[in-house]
């Protein structure tokens, strides 16, 4: 946090600040000077978040304050029924899955889960999924393609974890069998990047025929300090790297990796989650409106197409 509170510094005074006046009762004076703290901080808000650099918005996108797929199921997502276990290893709950009902209509939903303290995320093993998160999560898209239910999968991940046993159990084979067989599901599958979208372990819940990414999330192959690591050498060139690898929304949208950025609320999602989950509500409820149109096989077709023609590049003469 010593890094994000850099430049959040202003914004958290601001906040401590408002905080402290909580407290002094409701005079006019007192709701005066709240008031004025109030536009004061959500100037300084707007003018923080309007000039991150690529480093500082992967800051942003890891706050440990961040809403998580538990956290968007909460405010959207109605008699959510979480679905356990891959049925051939055991079940991983670094990663969530199961049915419920969005704004009326039966839908699935997957997606990454870190932990808030540290008995959470040791228990979520903090979001890195094992095959048999992957294997689980293939297992509810194909219940929600026999039962024609609408797939949600929200990532936020370092990536897949690349521990011994994982990789005993096939944790490379079953990131490939989930990109092959989520290329075949006939039903819609609309998928959002809302923190920290890394490497295979986010593409293994990644193809859709929509994929959306929050303002201040980021999506790429490999994590700055892991790019810096093997390209120079030096982990703490991170800065360098996250500004060479495009990984921020605006750049991901002009490379066509992502269809569609989320605007965040004032300050990041971290600072008002149910008021970001409603956001992100909008943009999947107005897809989802759109591809309810398309048949099985037009669906596959269209996400086809939309992987296809992924990344932009220039040829030039040796």
Same mark, same amino acid.
């Given at each position: 946090m010593a890094e994000q509170d850099g430049f959040e510094a202003a914004i958290l005074d601001l906040e401590r600040r408002i905080e402290s006046l909580s407290g002094m009762g409701e005079d006019l004076g007192i709701r005066r000077q709240r008031e004025k703290l109030e536009?004061?901080?959500?100037?300084?808000?707007?003018?923080?978040?309007?000039?991150?650099?690529?480093?500082?918005?992967?800051?942003?996108?890891?706050?440990?304050?961040?809403?998580?797929?538990?956290?968007?199921?909460?405010?959207?997502?109605?008699?959510?029924?979480?679905?356990?276990?891959d049925r051939r290893y055991s079940d991983d709950p670094a990663i969530v899955s199961g049915f419920g009902l969005f704004r009326g209509d039966p839908?699935?939903?997957?997606?990454?889960?870190?932990?808030?303290?540290?008995? !959470?995320?040791?228990?979520?093993?903090? @979001?890195?999924?094992?095959?048999?998160?992957? =294997?689980? &999560?293939l297992r509810v898209m194909r219940l929600a393609e026999k039962f024609g239910r609408p797939i949600l999968t929200f990532i936020d991940t370092p990536g897949a974890y690349p521990g011994i046993g994982a990789e005993e159990r096939g944790q490379a084979e079953a990131i490939a069998h989930n990109l092959r067989e989520m290329a075949k599901l006939r039903v819609p599958v609309i998928v959002t990047v809302t923190g920290e979208g890394g490497s295979g372990g986010a593409l293994a819940i990644g193809v859709g025929n929509r994929v959306n990414i929050l303002e201040f999330a980021v999506y790429s192959v490999i994590s700055p300090e892991g790019c810096a690591a093997i390209l120079w050498r030096d982990a703490s060139r991170n800065r360098e790297a996250a500004g060479a690898m495009r990984i921020t929304a605006a750049e991901l949208l002009a490379?066509?990796?992502?269809? !569609?950025?989320?605007?965040?609320?004032? @300050?990041?999602?971290?600072?008002?989650?149910? =008021?970001? &989950?409603?956001?992100?509500?909008?943009?999947?409820?107005?897809?989802l409106q759109d591809l309810r149109r398309l048949e099985g096989g037009e669906l596959i077709a269209q996400r086809f197409e939309r992987f296809r023609k992924l990344g932009r590049f220039t040829e030039t003469l040796p």
């Open positions: 536009r004061e901080l959500e100037e300084t808000r707007a003018r923080v978040f309007a000039s991150l650099t690529p480093w500082q918005k992967t800051l942003v996108a890891r706050h440990p304050k961040r809403p998580y797929t538990l956290d968007y199921v909460r405010h959207l997502v109605e008699e959510f029924v979480e679905i356990h276990g839908v699935a939903v997957i997606g990454h889960q870190k932990g808030r303290d540290t008995k !959470e995320k040791i228990y979520r093993n903090f @979001g890195m999924p094992r095959p048999e998160g992957y =294997r689980k &999560a490379l066509d990796v992502v269809d !569609e950025i989320v605007p965040e609320a004032p @300050g990041g999602a971290h600072s008002d989650p149910a =008021r970001q &989950a409603a956001i992100v509500g909008d943009v999947l409820a107005r897809q």
